[in-house]
């Protein structure tokens, strides 16, 4: 069955050190992979997005993702945490068969000053 | 552009009554979509609908309909709320099925 899991329920990390956010996924074929950010009380904004091409896919607010095929691997990452990244975080993956998304149950990141 | 609007924004029911959640978006998006998200469960897809005309259920279509109004426009109802359903709903857009979704605001949705 095609998947995807977020490891952590809450990712704690201190202001201006660098962060990560974990994902992998399962899927048949070549994946297509989002990540996806809410804040409080909003709609989910997209933030990036691997079809093909380079390992390295950058995206808005200074995020960056790595995509590893042998490790069925998406991680979200960014050099510098601010405060202001503390959101949830969602990743999801197409399912290649109806090609809807499937979400995974989102990773909490808190920002300390 | 105002992207994918959703209305209400907040919305309180008593178990039976029933209710229409609207969304409209405004970027010529063929495909749409109703989520509704839960603490600690993501986002379950209800319904959507892949081009004007056509509409299809999701993971957990149950205890609601949907209409593509128009290209615009895509309304989910609750015809007989039920405690189940109290939730935060989730309009989305996209170009196509499978492609970059764009949400809305969101409707909170509580069903006594």
């Known amino acids: 069955a095609q998947s995807v899991a977020q490891p952590e329920d809450q990712v704690n990390v201190a202001e201006g050190n660098p962060l990560t956010v974990k994902c992998t996924y399962s899927?048949?074929?070549?994946?297509?992979l989002f990540w996806y950010v809410q804040y409080p009380n909003r709609g989910l904004q997209f933030l990036l997005k691997?079809?093909?091409?380079d390992n390295l896919v950058k995206g808005s607010y200074g995020f960056e993702a790595e995509f590893n095929k042998s490790q069925t691997s998406f991680h979200l990452k960014k050099p510098s945490a601010l405060v202001s990244d503390s959101a949830l975080y969602f990743c999801?993956?197409?399912?290649?068969?109806?090609?809807?998304?499937?979400w995974g149950a989102g990773t909490k990141l808190i920002i300390k000053p | 552009n105002a992207g994918v609007t959703q209305t209400p924004k907040f919305q309180v029911l008593k178990t039976g009554q029933s209710m229409t959640l609207q969304c409209a978006q405004d970027?010529?998006?063929?495909?749409m979509y109703w989520y509704r998200q839960d603490p600690g469960m993501g986002l379950r897809l209800i319904y959507y609908?892949?081009?004007?005309?056509?509409?299809d259920k999701g993971e957990v279509p149950n205890g609601y309909n949907v209409s593509r109004l128009n290209k615009r426009e895509f309304s989910l109802r609750l015809e007989s709320a039920a405690p189940s359903q109290t939730s935060v709903y989730f309009c989305?857009?996209?170009?196509?099925?499978?492609?970059?979704?764009?949400f809305g605001p969101g409707t909170r949705l509580t069903v006594l």
């Open positions: 899927v048949s074929g070549n994946p297509y």
């Open positions: 609908s892949a081009s004007e005309g056509t509409t």
């Open positions: 691997y079809i093909t091409g």
């Open positions: 989305a857009s996209s170009e196509a099925v499978g492609d970059t979704q764009y």
């Open positions: 970027m010529n998006h063929n495909s």
């Open positions: 999801a993956v197409r399912d290649q068969s109806n090609y809807q998304l499937i």
